[in-house]
């Protein structure tokens, strides 16, 4: 492995941490000049590398000044030690990435164009092409597509000249970024998976999770869920392992979106909280911007406006002239939107203006005709240099055997028929065997693709037996719940009269409905067979609020644990809690403008307790006494039964249910 090689396989190697990558890079560009001067030389690499890691501490610490200083530091030595301009181009590199890093990305090409001109005077072409490569990821941040996709171009140029696989790869995803941007799946999948196969030959698992994170992002998009979740937990299981935080925030991010798409509110608020503790650590305004916003979305998505307006303002601090016109454009939408809902129609007026200039500008940007035509011209430019490639190495290989036809015929002239007869089968031969090569990589290729698909179709099919026994199960539950609803139906039918039918009915359906609420989440559910307790119950709260036409401004909290409740401890547990909280809501808050209902369920060694509470006016009456002429508090005893269970209450404050479980499952 030459010096270039052996420099880029460490800046993209995930084993080394930062500085150490630096520091072997140092030595490996030191090497080829070691001599008597070895002692110095080494002394100025450590120095040197002392400099960087300071530079690079405060860069991560959002310190721009003192970061600044140290690469200038930085670079006085290289010129007073008067090291090897390489080292200057790392220097200005390291500075681009640093300004990147604060999203100042117009200084960070300046830089990097800087360090394309050094790279080029030196003929480093590994890093002359790892730099026109970072140049085009910032303009794709930038929404600059046309002039992204020129820098790959170039880049791709550089990584064919110096068959760099793993370049190619990071070529090819970046250009399936920019499909799928412009809403070009089918091409952006193709893309990905020839990047995944190129990261898995090369063993590089960090470029396999970017490629079916995107993958995963790319069937978001097409509403492909079943697919879109496979590839992101294979993503983030690689993540883990590689314990990577920026690609853990990533992932994340793009976990909480897909959940909140398939319509799983609370896993995507579970995900966006991870992610965002990730990202405020890593300090990426653009990112910031982006997170605070989307978990400001889904604030409102369960009409928390005032959180939603708290994160609005946070994305809107970490806004800034760089800041891409797709988020800032969603982000000024949703603050004209907030203050609409508070009133402030002046301020709403003002965003809603901001965000129609920011669909104009984006609009004169995204010219996708264009794009089209670049990204056609990178296939072309690939597929020229690749048979540029083949047609030199023939040539050379003929010019050898030409040599040797001279050579031979110097010594004995009888041999000159019968070696061109041997240069044209060794000819043929060259050409044979490089047509079989790229028919065998295609062929594999081919192979990796369809192996993807198969997996893909696997997961999906269900056997017949399994139907049968899915089909079963089905008309089983559905058996089971008519007889409860038929034994309801015929129990409260004992307890309606001319004045209260209205009033009864509405309980009946309440009851009926806290059923068709479990069906209805394991229809939606991966798992058909368990549903989890906490997301249940809190839409149940919310579906009986809304059935009771009521003035009082109830405040729900909820102390769930997360865990999965099968049909059969469901039902019942439902059904209490819809007697409970319809009381609660009809009878607890008379007279009062507010009022909290608390419902807590935790799960010790042996029990599952459940606790719900109300701080209304309470009421100085037994169980005995409140259960008289109620069939829902009959009910709620019988169900505490069928559920092996104890329940203690205490109504001198509110009503205070607490009842203790064996362990639900």
């Not at 604060?102 to 200084?107: D, K, N, Q, V, W």
């Not at 509403?223 to 990577?244: G, V, W």
């Not at 007026?349 to 990204?375: P, Q, R, V």
């Not at 719900?612 to 005995?624: I, P, Q, S, V």
Request: with cysteine; hydrophobic share 35%.
């Amino acid at each position: 492995m030459d010096l270039n090689s052996s420099l880029i396989s460490i800046f993209e190697s995930k084993h080394y941490s930062s500085p150490m990558k630096k520091l072997l890079c140092f030595i490996f560009i030191y090497l080829p000049f070691i001599g008597l001067s070895q002692t110095d030389e080494q002394t100025d690499s450590l120095e040197l590398e002392a400099i960087f890691s300071e530079a690079n501490l405060r860069s991560s610490s959002g310190q721009k000044d003192s970061a600044d200083y140290f690469f200038d530091k930085a670079e006085d030595f290289i010129n007073e030690k008067s090291l090897n301009d390489d080292y200057l181009g790392l220097v200005i590199y390291e500075r681009a990435k640093h300004l990147e890093r604060l999203s100042l990305y117009e200084e960070a090409i300046s830089e990097l164009e800087s360090s394309i001109i050094v790279f080029e005077s030196t003929q480093n072409l590994v890093l002359l092409a790892k730099s026109v490569k970072r140049k085009g990821s910032i303009l794709k941040k930038q929404s600059k597509y046309r002039e992204a996709i020129s820098a790959y171009n170039e880049a791709a140029v550089l990584y064919l000249k110096e068959n760099d696989s793993l370049g190619i790869a990071g070529i090819e995803l970046n250009i399936g970024n920019v499909l799928k941007n412009i809403g070009q799946s089918e091409l952006a999948k193709k893309k990905y998976f020839s990047a995944a196969g190129i990261y898995r030959k090369m063993n590089f698992n960090a470029g396999v999770a970017s490629c079916y994170n995107n993958l995963g992002n790319v069937h978001k998009n097409d509403e492909n869920y079943d697919s879109a979740f496979y590839y992101m937990y294979r993503t983030l299981s690689i993540r883990l392992e590689l314990s990577q935080k920026k690609g853990l925030a990533f992932i994340y991010n793009n976990l909480s979106n897909l959940h909140k798409a398939s319509g799983g509110i609370d896993s995507a608020i579970y995900y966006m909280d991870k992610s965002l503790e990730l990202k405020e650590e890593l300090g990426d305004n653009t990112e910031l911007c982006n997170a605070y916003w989307t978990m400001a979305e889904l604030q409102k998505t369960i009409k928390n406006y005032a959180k939603e307006f708290d994160y609005l303002k946070k994305a809107e601090e970490r806004m800034f002239e760089q800041t891409p016109l797709e988020i800032t454009s969603l982000i000024n939408k949703s603050l004209g939107e907030s203050y609409m809902r508070k009133g402030n129609y002046e301020l709403s007026t003002l965003y809603f203006t901001k965000h129609i200039e920011n669909l104009d500008s984006l609009s004169a940007i995204k010219n996708e005709a264009g794009l089209m035509l670049d990204i056609l011209a990178y296939e072309s430019l690939s597929d020229s240099l690749g048979k540029e490639q083949i047609r030199m190495a023939t040539e050379l290989e003929e010019l050898n055997l030409q040599n040797k036809k001279l050579q031979v015929d110097s010594e004995k002239r009888k041999f000159t028929f019968l070696l061109a007869i041997l240069g044209v089968i060794l000819l043929m031969s060259t050409l044979l065997f490089i047509s079989f090569r790229k028919r065998l990589k295609a062929s594999r290729d081919h192979q990796i693709v369809l192996a993807e698909q198969n997996e893909e179709l696997k997961r999906t099919l269900i056997s017949k037996e399994e139907k049968e026994v899915l089909l079963k199960e089905v008309h089983h539950r559905v058996k089971n719940n008519l007889q409860i609803i038929n034994s309801l139906i015929r129990l409260q039918s004992t307890f309606i009269n001319q004045s209260n039918y209205e009033e009864k009915l509405k309980d009946t359906e309440n009851r009926i409905r806290s059923m068709a609420l479990i069906h209805e989440k394991l229809y939606r559910s991966s798992n058909l067979a368990k549903l989890k307790i906490k997301n249940y119950i809190q839409d149940l709260c919310f579906t009986i609020l809304e059935t009771y036409d009521n003035d009082v401004k109830i405040d729900f909290k909820f102390e769930i644990d997360e865990e999965e409740f099968g049909i059969d401890s469901l039902i019942p547990l439902g059904l209490i809690i819809n007697e409970l909280l319809s009381n609660s809501i009809k009878y607890a808050f008379e007279g009062k403008d507010e009022g909290k209902i608390e419902i807590k369920i935790k799960f010790t060694n042996s029990n599952t307790i459940f606790t719900l509470f109300d701080n209304g006016m309470g009421a100085d009456l037994t169980w005995d006494e409140l259960k008289e002429d109620s069939l829902g508090l009959e009910l709620v005893e019988s169900l505490t039964d069928q559920l092996d269970g104890k329940m203690d209450l205490k109504t001198n404050e509110g009503f205070h249910y607490t009842f203790t479980f064996p362990l639900l499952s």
